[in-house]
């Protein structure tokens, strides 16, 4: 069903970006359990296998029904572009207990029989048990699911920030929200989100503007939330996710390799999109002075361009360098 948010004129001045490794902490834990969303991350649930065998997740999945709304508490819009992971689960610990107990008592009853459940009960009668015991399964499903590889995931959303932000700085809202998803229509000063799991609604945004957040799992979805008071918010798929869990390496021709030297071939092959050497090194799992040393050879021989974006360098290949993987 459609959501319509009404931006003001406050409203276009207060439109924001930030990275939340506690909103990737639960939408990883969501994938989990969402077939829909495994054809990006299939190495990646491979991997965490092992993990997930000794990872009791339960209490998270009954507040994340399919269609329906999760407590925003547990994961509320970052006060900050970079929030650490500490500092967002502290703010989770410190919700109040009042809040807490209506937004459970909203989530529980979207999914029948949980608020009558043995567990249900006993989150509305001890709200602020409830929230440290909530605070203490996030932060396990954070180590075990996300934090190995936190630095490749980071590198991928600010990546997609640093490409946003310039959508926005050459066409304004409407370049930026015509570029993020399908399900997003920005007209006449209103966003609707097409694909939005809550009831049809219109919300007015009151001068509080958005956050745009770029989510590694939520693929194919666009999530929109929260209730006031919280900023409203929109969590959207990052751009290059296809390519988040491959292999340096993997899909590069053997004579670009020859040519190249394989952790440049790899540089080379993986730049579907513009990327800073912090991005490439946490990708490729490589020192930052290694990548800078390869970029600047690939660079040298034309294959490369870059360009600054706000403190930034971003490398692109050049139409040589496009030749030359696709003759590969």
């Known amino acids: 069903m459609p959501l319509h948010m009404q931006f003001g004129a406050d409203d276009l001045l207060r439109c924001r970006f930030a990275i939340s490794p506690l909103c990737q902490t639960h939408e990883a834990v969501r994938t989990l359990r969402r077939t829909e969303r495994h054809g990006y991350h299939l190495p990646w649930l491979r991997r965490v296998r092992e993990a997930m065998a000794g990872l009791d997740l339960s209490e998270l999945w009954l507040l994340m029904p399919g269609r329906g709304y999760t407590p925003d508490f547990l994961g509320p819009p970052p006060e900050v572009p970079y929030a650490p992971f500490e500092d967002e689960l502290a703010r989770l610990r410190a919700t109040d207990p009042a809040v ?24 509305l009668d001890d709200p602020a048990r409830a929230v440290q015991r909530l605070a203490e399964v996030t932060e396990r499903a954070w180590r075990a699911l996300v934090a190995p590889d936190w630095p490749r995931l980071r590198a991928l959303l600010e990546t997609d920030i640093a490409y946003r932000s310039r959508q926005l700085a050459e066409g304004g809202l409407e370049r930026l929200f015509a570029d993020l998803r399908p399900a997003l229509r920005w007209t006449d000063g209103t966003l609707t989100i097409r694909n939005s799991v809550v009831p049809a609604q219109t919300q007015d945004l009151d001068g509080r503007g958005v956050l745009l957040m770029p989510s590694v799992f939520v693929w194919p979805d666009v999530i929109s939330g929260f209730a006031p008071p919280w900023q409203p918010t929109v969590i959207y798929p990052a751009r290059g996710v296809g390519g988040l869990w491959r292999e340096p390496d993997a899909g590069t021709a053997h004579a670009l390799v020859r040519l190249l030297g394989a952790s440049r071939a790899a540089i080379l092959s993986g730049l579907e999109e513009p990327a800073s050497t912090t991005a490439l090194a946490a990708r490729h799992r490589l020192a930052p002075s290694s990548v800078s040393a390869h970029l600047a050879v690939l660079r040298a021989a034309g294959l490369l361009s870059s360009r600054r974006q706000g403190h930034q360098v971003l490398y692109e290949r050049t139409p040589l360098g496009m030749a030359l993987v696709g003759g590969g």
Do not use: Q, Y
Request: with cysteine; net charge positive.
């Open 100 to 123: 807490a107990r209506r937004e459970l008592a909203l989530s529980l009853e979207c999914t029948p029989g949980a608020a009558d459940s043995a567990r249900g009960r006993a989150m």
